[in-house]
């Protein structure tokens, strides 16, 4: 059953996925835009929250920007999936799991502050569920930006052309890893980010500006959770594009409204072919299917390979692991 929402809940979920104000008293300054009072923004932030329609109020990392991460996936027997779906979600470096339509029916992505601290991640997956593990890394982002229009139009942007990594100062993880779990839902919410790392409100709000105008930070804002919203038909496409074909067709899928995120993967030759991903939220398996259709004509991907993997049941949805955690790596 779909959460319900009025239209203050729809507006604060709509248009604050992103430019979230970088200012002492951010929430302040929405209620101002909205024309309500702080302490309603608050708590209606809150209740979405608990009601399981928000996973936080924060930022996404660009990848590979400030740490690793990939896309896995394991083949699990319909007897299992539960048992070794609460392995991988036990690693503190996994922040997305889900069931999905395929043989490989177990995917997750795994996160860490650099790629050896992923590495050893899948290897005790791989270990503790004693099964083959699909390691499928990023190689390009044509988008990732995970912002997401509620009534399904309009367009997310591209991806940013040049991300100044070299603004990374080796004191921003912390920052980072905080804005990846979740902002506290409080006046200046900065100021507590900073008393819990150690720095003042000003260095915490100086730092973010750097690190979002770079690029490293891709957006924060309001983290959707769409299930949640009525969005459940939501589908992985996967195609076998040649590289040659890549820097067209990357832009071109994302340009279609109704797909949400776009990158291209390194494949697993003789076992998972595919190098072109997208994600397709829908509220219905037909509207879904209308979509690929949509975007496989004006593509021109009609006789492209592909694989349609619609999710199932989602196990866990976090921000991601730049900092490592104790035990994260052992």
Known sequence: MSLTVDAIDRALLDNWQRDFPLVPRPFAAIAERMDLRQEDVLKRLAELMAAGAVSRVGATCRPGTAGASTLAAVAAPEWRIDEIAAVIGGEPGVNHSYLRENRWNLWFVVTGPDRPHVDATLDRIRV???????????VRAFNVDLGFSLDGGGHVPPAREHIDAGVLEPEDRPIMQALSTGLALVPRPFAELGRGIGRTEAEVLARV?????AGILSRIGVIVR?????????????WEVDEADLDRVGPALTAVPGVTLCYQRRAAPGVWPYTLYCM????????AMAVLERASREVGLEDTPHRVLFSIRCFKQTGALVVSTEGAAA
């Open 128 to 138: 503790r569920p004693k099964r083959e593990v699909l390691d499928l890394p990023l």
């Open 209 to 213: 500006k750097a690190l979002a105008a």
């Open 226 to 238: 769409h299930r949640a919203l009525g969005w459940r038909s939501n589908a992985m496409v996967v």
């Open 280 to 287: 397709i939220h829908a509220r219905s398996r037909d509207e």
